[in-house]
């Protein structure tokens, strides 16, 4: 104690004993002010709170719905969904992108294509927390090494998902299309809560046309996520409705038969049912298989199919549009005497060439020194070009126009098939508007032939065919037959829209198809050599398209030229010519002859058709309606 | 009852002679019950926060037990031996904290520990909580009360250079610790309230300054955080979004023992550390969180009752300041997690898992239980 001071005790008890009471009034009053933050943040805001909590701990998550299957008309598989296995990364969640995809490079097989496509994916729009898959179809050791280093990589993670998958790859790719990741401009169109969990999307063809149908409804499952949103378990389920199974006309055999025929050569079968309008066949040679395009193809694939001279991706049934050269005879002829240019015994001169009446260059028959006296009949199984010329002067183009329109050239006449080309039905209205041109008379007579500017898909041809052998009555082609459930077909194709073509002479429609017949098996028959030895009446008619010119800055070495500028074979037909089964249009790109090269082509497919598969075809077919009508 | 007779003999020992066993072992049986009690419950809490690993409470509960003996050697001292050893121990906690500047190791940007060959690592700025105080309040004690200005004067320069070199670690968290505890000396020894005042406008004035020239980013972010935690809700606004939410959604009753979602999905940071008072209110709701609170202020109401019944100054100021520190770490840690006060590394004491602050608080209620119990008679 210092000098000179003293201290008083009690005074300094006293002054201590205050400021402890003032004290304790201040920590009784933040003691109180504690309670009351805690009152606040529990019982008052409770319900604020417990709804964050809900929120950190529970994610909804959609369930895609498994994509329904397509089968063919025999109940065959043609399109399935198989459990692929894929590495997925979230790039929200993960550490650092770069170090991630590093690490997980040193633990798969990870190639620079998938590194390209995945930094492409990781640019374009997406949802928020939507995983950006890395690698498809890991291997069981890859899976097991994943697990191993799962903790050191978060946002990284294994998936099951079901992935399309086609059996027969390159059989089906042009007549069913596939599916494809959802890209930029797709993702604008569907509905975003459908298709929250789906990744997949029909890009062509039945995939495409019926996608809602194949798609399903998504479901929902509630969660409960940790905070690194791991799935610790599930809430509650509301299971996705699966999409509708779908049953096509196509029959994979026939299919198949069609590939075998062209097998080597580029071309296009389409065969249809008459009697239904359902596409029994749909090949476009060569093919490639879709499975590849599914999970994303890699560019250097993707190359190889683009560049092809052969084009495997060109779906020529649908989108190849060819001059239907003499294959329009038939529809011609039909437009002939139905406008009553001609008569059935009306009989011309053929000497080998025509000149119109106001005179100027010859128009030449394909067989010089012409066919002599022909009728119609003569002329369809000679496939007489100067009958058919004279036939085009007498009916004038508007006539052809608006027979050939019935015939549905000029338009899309398809009620399911997506992509199908309209090809072109020229009218001097059409020849104005795009080339600025008057319509001369000499563009009739090269209508006469199905050449000049007239152009027809494969599968148009297929469908006048039909229309022949229908004898008028119209049947737009489909593709879908049946879709499993309750509701009819109709629901879900497009309605038909063609009326039938009604001639002032029906019969006329039976003296056509006999002519066809005779085209086939008649004695002059040009396809007579295709239609020998058949135990059944088959109608027909051959084409030859001339091939004009190789776009300039093709390459081709000397014996590609000369092969390449070989004419189109083509070749239109039905049978039996009675109630006909089916009817078939054939093109042989570059295949010379239409009757030699793509006759037997047709005839190969009718014989396949009614002899070899068709017992089974409409036994099961029997069988299954009336299984169907049992449960009824 | 039981606790008022232990309370009365012990009050009322006219020849300061020891009387039954708990005199005997220099212990206050009130304040140990309550201690003992808290940390009990404590333990389960930090089971429950430490998402069931028994090997946590392990640890911990070892810990209390090495606190437990330093408490108790504590409070076997005389308080005159503290008042001794201050002005030595506070010499030595000054170079300790300057060593820590030159040759100090530490974690994430802070210098705080000291490992010395020979001896086990230790943190001088843990030591301080205790010698500031005890320094303070021998330097004022010396002298007749209340201080005069000059002496007010010194008694800060006493608090406030040991604080700085703490925030210069940077720890703000024990800086703010170890200088209330030396202010609570130098308010007790009965700083004018004028001083106070002015005191108080000097610090409002200082802020500013602090903010600009003292603090360092990651502070100033985490008051940035306090004031709108929504601005970086993925970021430095987590933890506070996140604890608000478990003690919101605890409600009235809570979410019961190991039930609460939040901390067990690992949505809540520091479940076990600073932030086990969230765990608390989420499994136990507005009812735990009001028993908690009573138990810490019965804690603080005996202790204030030590103090007060303290026979001199030098005793009365180190009590009063260390129940007062204690109090601090209740308020801020609580006010931290609720979100009223910025994020700063201060533990719920005796609660939160972590070794020094457990240490250091037992010894701190080991020199409250040596003032009370080597109380002496002497008559004013």
């Not at chain 1, 003296?511 to 239609?531: D, L």
């Not at chain 2, 437990?68 to 030595?88: H, K």
């Not at chain 2, 999905?265 to 076990?272: K, Q, T, V, Y």
């Amino acid at each position: 104690m210092p000098w000179g001071e003293f201290k008083d005790t009690a005074a300094e008890r006293r002054l201590f004993q205050r400021r402890v009471v003032v004290m304790l009034m201040f920590v009784f009053l933040l003691m109180a002010g504690l309670v009351a933050r805690m009152y606040q943040l529990q019982v008052v805001e409770h319900d604020i709170y417990t709804t964050l909590s809900d929120k950190n701990r529970v994610q909804v998550q959609s369930v895609p719905p498994p994509r329904g299957l397509v089968y063919d008309r025999n109940h065959e598989l043609l399109a399935e969904n198989r459990p692929v296995f894929s590495v997925t990364v979230v790039p929200e969640r993960v550490g650092g992108m770069d170090a991630t995809l590093e690490q997980l490079s040193g633990i798969l097989d990870v190639s620079d294509e998938d590194l390209e496509r995945f930094q492409r994916r990781l640019r374009e729009p997406r949802r928020p927390f939507q995983e950006i898959p890395l690698r498809y179809d890991l291997t069981e050791d890859e899976i097991a090494r994943l697990a191993v280093h799962r903790h050191e990589l978060p946002g990284v993670e294994v998936e099951a998902e079901l992935v399309r998958y086609y059996p027969h790859g390159e059989l089906t790719a042009h007549a069913l299309g596939f599916v494809g990741r959802i890209n930029r401009k797709e993702l604008q169109r569907i509905d975003p809560v459908n298709y929250a969990g789906t990744n997949y999307i029909g890009k062509s063809g039945v995939e495409r046309f019926y996608e809602d149908v194949l798609h399903g409804k998504v479901g929902y499952q509630n969660v409960e996520t940790n905070a690194r949103g791991r799935t610790l378990r599930v809430l509650a389920r509301e299971n996705p409705v699966p999409g509708e199974d779908v049953q096509l006309h196509l029959d994979l055999r026939l299919q198949e038969r069609a590939y075998k025929l062209l097998d080597g050569r580029r071309g296009a079968i389409v065969a249809i049912e008459p009697s239904t309008g359902g596409i029994l066949a749909l090949a476009s040679v060569p093919g490639f298989d879709a499975n590849k395009f599914v999970t994303g193809i890699s560019v250097p694939d993707y190359r190889e199919l683009s560049e092809s001279k052969d084009k495997p991706l060109f779906n020529r049934a649908l989108r190849g549009q060819y001059p239907p050269g003499s294959t329009l005879k038939p529809m011609l002829a039909i437009a002939a005497l139905d406008s009553g240019a001609v008569t059935r015994d009306h009989s011309i001169w053929d000497p080998g060439y025509f000149e119109l009446k106001t005179g100027g260059r010859p128009w030449r028959d394909w067989k010089r020194g012409g066919h002599g006296w022909v009728d119609l009949n003569l002329a369809m199984a000679q496939s007489c070009d100067v009958y058919f010329y004279k036939a085009a002067e007498e009916m004038g183009v508007d006539t052809i126009h608006s027979y050939l329109s019935r015939f549905g050239f000029g338009e899309d006449a398809t009620l399911d098939v997506s992509g199908a080309l309209s090809g072109l039905l020229p009218s001097p209205d059409w020849k104005r508007a795009t080339r600025n041109k008057p319509w001369y008379p000499g563009d009739t007579i090269n209508l006469g032939i199905g050449q000049g500017f007239m152009l027809s898909t494969p599968l148009q041809l297929a469908t006048a065919t039909a229309l022949i052998a229908n004898r008028g009555q119209w049947v737009e082609p489909r593709l879908l037959k049946d879709i499993e459930g309750d509701h009819p077909v109709e629901e879900f194709l497009p309605t038909e829209t063609h009326e039938p073509l009604k001639l002032k002479d029906p019969s006329d429609w039976e003296f056509v198809a006999e002519a066809m017949e005779e085209v086939m098996q008649g004695a002059r028959g040009t396809a007579r050599a295709a239609g020998r030895g058949a135990s059944y009446r088959m109608a027909g008619k051959s084409g030859t398209a001339q091939v004009f010119s190789l776009a300039e800055d093709e390459e081709y070495d000397a014996d590609e030229v000369r092969e390449r500028l070989r004419d189109h074979a083509l070749f239109i037909g039905f049978a039996p010519v009675k109630n006909p089964q089916i009817a078939v249009a054939v093109i042989v790109e570059n295949g010379g002859g239409g009757s030699s090269t793509a006759a037997p082509v047709a005839r190969a497919m009718f014989d396949a058709w009614l002899l070899e598969f068709s017992e089974t075809a409409e036994g099961a077919l029997v069988s299954k309606t009336d299984s169907e009508k049992e449960v009824h | 009852m039981a606790g008022r007779e232990v309370f009365s003999s012990t009050a009322s020992n006219p020849l300061g002679r020891p009387r039954g066993i708990w005199s005997a072992l220099h212990i206050d049986p009130i304040l140990l019950f309550l201690l003992v009690a808290l940390i009990f419950c404590g333990l389960f809490v930090l089971y429950s926060g430490a998402d069931r690993n028994i090997d946590v409470v392990k640890a911990q509960g070892l810990r209390f037990g090495i606190a437990f003996v330093v408490m108790l050697v504590f409070a076997q001292l005389d308080p005159s031996v503290f008042r001794r050893w201050a002005p030595w121990l506070y010499g030595l906690g000054i170079v300790g904290l300057v060593a820590v500047m030159f040759v100090g190791i530490g974690a994430k940007g802070a210098q705080r520990w000291l490992a010395l060959p020979g001896l086990p690592r230790f943190q001088p700025s843990e030591l301080m909580k205790l010698v500031v105080p005890m320094m303070a309040a021998w330097y004022l004690s010396r002298y007749f009360l209340p201080p005069k200005l000059s002496r007010v004067g010194v008694g800060l320069v006493i608090v406030l250079l040991p604080m700085l070199l703490i925030v210069k670690q940077p720890d703000l968290g024990t800086a703010l610790l170890v200088g209330m505890a030396g202010l609570f000396v130098v308010f007790f020894a009965g700083m004018s309230w004028k001083l106070i005042s002015a005191f108080v406008v000097m610090v409002s004035v200082a802020a500013p300054v602090m903010w600009f020239f003292g603090m360092r980013e990651y502070q100033k972010q985490r008051v940035l955080t306090l004031l709108d935690p929504q601005s970086d809700p993925l970021g430095a606004g987590w933890n506070i979004i996140q604890s608000k939410t478990a003690i919101g959604s605890g409600g009235f009753d809570g979410k019961g023992w190991l039930q609460g979602t939040q901390s067990h999905l690992e949505f809540l940071p520091e479940s076990h550390t600073d932030f086990i008072m969230a765990v608390l209110a989420e499994e136990f709701g507005f009812v735990g969180i009001v028993i908690l609170l009573s138990v810490y202020f019965l804690i603080i109401l005996r202790c204030l009752y030590i103090s007060v019944t303290a026979q001199d100054s030098f005793s009365r100021l180190v009590a009063a300041a260390l129940t007062m520190t204690f109090f601090i770490y209740v308020f801020v840690n609580m006010g931290m997690v609720s979100g009223l006060l910025p994020v700063v590394g201060v533990p719920l004491p005796l609660i939160s898992y972590g070794g020094t602050s457990i240490v250091t608080l037992m010894a701190a209620f080991g020199i409250l239980m040596s003032i009370h119990t080597h109380r002496r008679m002497i008559t004013a």
